[in-house]
Nanobody
Framework: AVQLVESGGGSVQAGGSLTLSCAAS????????MGWFRQAPGKEREGVAI???????AYTDSVKGRFTISRDNAKNTLLLQMNNLNPEDTAMYFC???????????????????WGQGTQVTVSS
């Protein structure tokens, strides 16, 4: 199984930016389906952004135009660039992966067998 470690979270003011990283080890993620999910207190965990083995991406409506998911294959790392953050983005952010050759990523928690421990993002007004 692949191990995933998130980093890059922190506290920012509304309108600010953060870049989250998910360092993977034990398996290449170059052809994997991967995603960023988040969970705020009292809410269900929700999909934020996903990327499949061909590099196609998809985003939940609330972050479209503000967040960008990408993969650095040389570093075996998944990234999430977050711009124009607002307080509603406050949550614990998790990295998820389905390794091996994966052709179509989906916004479904059970689809991903591998998860990191999360990194906290707090946005103040």
């Amino acid at each position: 199984a692949v191990q995933l470690v998130e980093s890059g979270g922190g506290s920012v003011q509304a309108g600010g930016s953060l870049t989250l990283s998910c360092a993977a080890s034990g398996y290449s993620i170059s052809r994997a389906c991967m995603g960023w999910f988040r969970q705020a207190p009292g809410k269900e965990r929700e999909g934020v952004a996903i990327i499949d083995g061909d590099g196609s991406t998809a985003y939940t409506d609330s972050v479209k135009g503000r967040f960008t998911i990408s993969r650095d294959n040389a570093k075996n790392t998944l990234l999430l660039q977050m711009n124009n953050l607002n307080p509603e983005d406050t949550a614990m952010y998790f990295c998820a992966a389905r390794v091996g050759t994966c052709y179509l990523a989906v916004f479904r928690i059970s689809f991903y067998p591998n998860w990191g421990q999360g990194t906290q993002v707090t946005v103040s007004s």
